[in-house]
């Protein structure tokens, strides 16, 4: 599986972003799906995650209410759509999957990992 991520850049307090992650290869055999972000000496941290077949989501406290994931199953897509950026947003954001049911929070319960974008909110 092969996991693409897209949609970062830099953007002001506030504004908005939606990044993309495409999934390829044996992509079908992948029931959850998750965001993560990581911050220069800082942990991955767990954003959300969706079960690809049902839409069932979770949220980290940190940014329930501003970002919203979701997918198309017909484009092998998952998005994170970020509304109301801070500068403590800043990081790379990364997708991840894994073969198994159960909305995970914790990276190492994720098989596949994309490359990361970086996401910079800055004035």
């Known amino acids: 599986v092969q996991l693409v991520e897209s949609g970062g850049g830099l953007v002001q307090p506030g504004g908005s972003l939606r990044l993309s992650c495409v999934a390829s290869?044996?992509?079908?055999?992948?029931?959850?799906m998750g965001w993560f972000r990581q911050a220069p000496g800082k942990e991955r941290e767990f954003l959300a995650a969706?079960?690809?077949?049902?839409?069932?989501?979770s949220y980290a406290d940190s940014v329930k209410g501003r970002f919203t994931i979701s997918r198309d199953i017909a484009k092998n897509t998952v998005y994170l759509q970020m509304n109301s950026l801070k500068p403590e947003d800043t990081a790379v954001y990364f997708c991840?999957?894994?073969?198994?049911?159960?909305?995970?929070?914790?990276?190492?319960?994720?098989?596949?990992w994309g490359q990361g974008t970086q996401v910079t909110v800055s004035s």
């Open positions: 290869g044996r992509a079908f055999s992948m029931i959850t």
């Open positions: 991840a999957a894994r073969p198994s049911v159960g909305l995970a929070r914790e990276k190492d319960d994720y098989n596949y």
């Open positions: 969706i079960n690809w077949s049902n839409s069932v989501r």
